[in-house]
């Protein structure tokens, strides 16, 4: 059974560029969270999708979206981007119901911002 | 806000040689406390999950163990492959979000 694919693995962009990542989950998995890890704050949640639908939102500015596809593929997008933005990107899915749910996680997509 | 802080940040240990890795938390309601391994450039690898106080769970050499304030990672006569970054997270019964610790980075000498 695949696991969580997230792509591109690596991205270098510049200062207010905008970067789209992309993240297929586990068959059958109708959750989808995304997290940004970097060495001073460590893993913190952006947002969760579950049948195309955002479910929650951690603290982060405006610039970070994301979106839900019907087959449950997922979409995150980062616009104007800033130095600070530069970090390991992770997707996770899971079955998204009931008590006992848990998450996977790709390779992540590690952004460098110049 | 949920909480969880994880003790020592870094751990040296010779081949063989027992720990305990600590995870202590707080929550609104627990539904979950999970145990992450990393290995670098690589994602979180889901090792355990614990849901009430005096669960345990075994997996080769690890054990994980869960009160109402903490968890432990018991690592017993460990080996240089267990070297990596061990993360602690925690649910609560709001929602999916897990929130993590900053790890402890677990570091095994042949």
């Known amino acids: 059974k695949a696991g969580v694919t997230q792509t591109p693995r690596y991205l270098i962009k510049t200062r207010g560029q905008q970067v789209t990542l992309s993240c297929s989950p586990i068959?059958?998995?109708?959750?989808v969270s995304w997290y940004q890890q970097t060495p001073g704050q460590g893993l913190q949640f952006l947002f969760e999708?579950?049948?195309?639908?955002q479910r929650n939102k951690g603290n982060f500015p405006g610039r970070f979206s994301g979106r839900q596809f019907s087959n449950s593929r997922s979409e995150m997008n980062v616009s104007t981007l800033e130095l600070g933005d530069s970090a390991l990107y992770l997707c996770?899915?899971?079955w998204g119901r009931g008590t006992k749910n848990i998450q996977y996680f790709g390779a992540g997509t590690r952004l460098s911002v110049l | 806000e949920d909480q969880v802080t994880q003790s020592p940040e870094a751990l040296r240990l010779q081949e063989g040689e027992s720990s305990s890795l600590n995870c202590s938390y707080t929550?609104?309601?627990?539904?979950?406390l999970f145990w992450y391994r990393q290995d670098p450039g690589k994602g979180p690898e889901f090792l355990f999950t614990?849901?009430?106080a005096g669960e345990e769970k075994e997996k080769e050499r690890l054990k994980a163990t869960l009160t109402k304030k903490e968890s432990f990672l018991h690592i017993t006569a460990p080996k240089p492959e267990d070297s990596a970054t061990y993360l602690c997270?925690?649910?609560?019964?709001?929602?999916?979000?897990?929130?993590f610790g900053t790890g402890t980075r677990l570091t095994i000498i042949p």
């Open positions: 996770a899915s899971s």
């Open positions: 929550v609104s309601g627990l539904r979950g």
């Open positions: 614990l849901y009430s």
């Open positions: 997270a925690v649910q609560d019964f709001g929602n999916e979000k897990l929130t």
């Open positions: 068959s059958g998995h109708r959750s």
């Open positions: 999708y579950f049948s195309e639908t």
